[in-house]
Structure formats: C-alpha cells, structure tokens
C-alpha cells in the first residue's frame, strides 16, 4: 500500500546550523506532499505542500522540493533555531485516493 | 478563527471505566479523522469521517472503540472498557472535501492526553 519513509531520529543540531530531514513515498498515483510540525504538547500543523512534480513549497524558512524522479520530497532549512525543536512529519494524499498516509515522524532538537 | 476544539485536553481515570474524548471540527468542514499517537507506534489513523459517514474505520483498535459522528459540528470517540494501553494521546483532525478523494489539507486539534490506570 501506499506508505512515507522518513530518516530516523532524532537529529540534534547546534543553532544555525543546516537542516535536512529525508522523506520517500511510495510512487503509486499523483499524490500531494505535504510536511506537518508538532511542538512540544500540540497538535500537528501544516508547515508546507507541494501539489505536484517540482513543486516547491516553503514556509517559515523551511523548504521542500516534489521530486517525482526520486520520489523524494526531503525537507530542508538553511538555519535553524531553537524554536524549531520539534517533531517533523511527511505525508502524502493520494489526489484519488481517501486518506492521508503520515511517516513516523522525525524528531528535531536544536541546541543553543 | 476557532480552530479543531476537543474536550477535555487531559483524562486519568481507573481500568474499566468508561472514556469518551469529544470534538468539534472547523465549521465548513466536512471531513473528520480520529488518530492516537504513542511514543511506541506513532500517529495512527483510527476512523474517518465525510459528511459525518465513516469511511475507514479499519484503524479502530478492537470493539472497545467506537466512533461517532451524529451531525458537522460534533463528533464522539468512545472507549468502553478503558484499559491501561489505551493510554496515549488522542487528536481529532477535520478538513474539507471537494468531494473527489482525501480533504487537501488536515487541520489538527490539540489532542487529549489519556491516562488509564
């Protein structure tokens, strides 16, 4: 079935320093990517989408490009903070399909 | 904007009892979805819900859990019996369905954080 991989966490990293977290989908369909973040003690929110091949989407600093040839969709900032200590999720929704499908989630810790 | 509102955000009760989590959905959406998240198994979708119909209910654990959905604005999770491993947090999401696969984005709520002892 359709599924996201994410690298495994957590990550650690000092201030300012550059982020990627991985993230592969399975390539049946035309799915929708999306990243959610969830800080400490709320619910997951949308950080970015992209809604087809090439695509980027960007938010906060945060970026992700659609790779259809790769079927990759790895998110990436060019330098964190504190404040982005969070857990970081992948999902796709397949444009035919009735659900979302989220990757185990990526924990992020940034040090000061 | 109110957004995804559940009830109540923490709940400790004692093995058997029964437990129902609540929550009202952004107004205008039509689809709703319960997940649980544990530091075990992660987010896991448990039912899904367009224009208050369950769509997939293949992630409810067993029939101790049942979900309902008796009009837009209000939707019901309930565990009878509760038992220890049910403890874990518990978010409603809702989103809009044009009608043709999933809702384009999910909006979450906060969660409720459910102990069982």
């Known amino acids: 079935g359709d599924s996201v991989t994410q690298m495994e966490g957590p990550v650690t990293l000092s201030e300012e320093a550059f982020l990627t977290i991985n993230c592969t989908y399975t390539?049946?369909?035309?799915?929708?990517l999306f990243w959610y973040v969830q800080y400490p003690g709320e619910g997951l929110q949308l950080l970015l989408k992209?809604?087809?091949?090439?695509d980027k989407g960007s938010n906060k600093g945060f970026e992700a490009t659609y790779r259809k040839e790769t079927t990759s969709f790895h998110l990436e900032k060019g330098s964190v903070q504190v404040s982005d200590s969070a857990v970081y999720f992948c999902?796709?929704?397949?444009?035919?399909?009735?659900?979302?499908?989220f990757g185990p989630g990526t924990r992020l810790s940034v040090l000061p | 904007d109110a957004g995804v509102i559940q009830s109540p955000r923490h709940e400790v009760t004692e093995m058997g009892q029964e437990v129902t989590l609540r929550c009202k959905p952004i107004?205008?959406?039509?689809?709703l979805f319960w997940y649980r998240q544990t530091m075990m198994r992660g987010l896991e979708l448990l039912i899904y819900f367009n224009n208050n119909v369950p769509i997939d209910d293949s992630g409810m654990p067993e029939d101790r859990f049942s979900a309902k959905m008796p009009n837009a604005s209000f939707s019901t999770l309930k565990i009878q019996p509760s038992e220890p491993r049910d403890s874990a947090v518990y978010f409603c999401?809702?989103?809009?369905?044009?009608?043709?696969?999933?809702?384009?984005?999910?909006?979450f709520g906060p969660g409720t954080r459910l102990t069982v002892t």
């Open positions: 390539a049946t369909g035309y799915p929708s």
């Open positions: 107004s205008g959406h039509n689809s």
């Open positions: 999401a809702s989103g809009f369905n044009p009608g043709q696969g999933a809702p384009y984005e999910q909006y």
């Open positions: 999902a796709r929704r397949d444009n035919y399909g009735q659900n979302f499908v």
């Open positions: 992209a809604t087809k091949a090439d």
